[in-house]
Nanobody, 118 residues
């Protein structure tokens, strides 16, 4: 199992920025992908962005052009730079790892709260 620790959440005004970090308990080199999901109250968890081991990225339409995901294998971490934040970005953000070790695995962090005030 991989432990994931998120940080960087908080309260920000609309139009502001936050940078989320996710630190993994071991090398991320072999992970198929790492990403960020979010869950707002009363809503299902949704994909925000992910980055593959090859460096390819994918974003939800709602965050394209505003959020940037990055991966640092030396730090065993990924980051989510969030700019031009909107109240509808308010949610708990979860870090996710997808990996294969004989079977497909998914690991999750505990989540970090992001609140955007209008």
């Amino acid at each position: 199992q991989v432990q994931l620790v998120e940080s960087g959440g908080g309260l920000v005004q609309a139009g502001g920025s936050l940078r989320l970090s996710c630190a993994a308990s071991r090398s991320i080199f072999s992970f198929t992908s790492m990403g960020w999901y979010r869950q707002a109250p009363g809503k299902q968890r949704e994909l925000v962005a992910f980055v593959t081991s090859g460096g390819n990225t994918n974003y939800a339409d709602s965050v394209k052009g505003r959020f940037t995901i990055s991966r640092d294998s030396n730090q065993n971490a990924i980051y989510l730079q969030m700019n031009s934040l909107k109240p509808e970005d308010t949610a708990v953000y979860y870090c996710n790892v997808r990996r294969f070790d004989g079977a497909w695995r998914a690991d999750w962090g505990q989540g970090t709260q992001v609140t955007v005030s209008s």
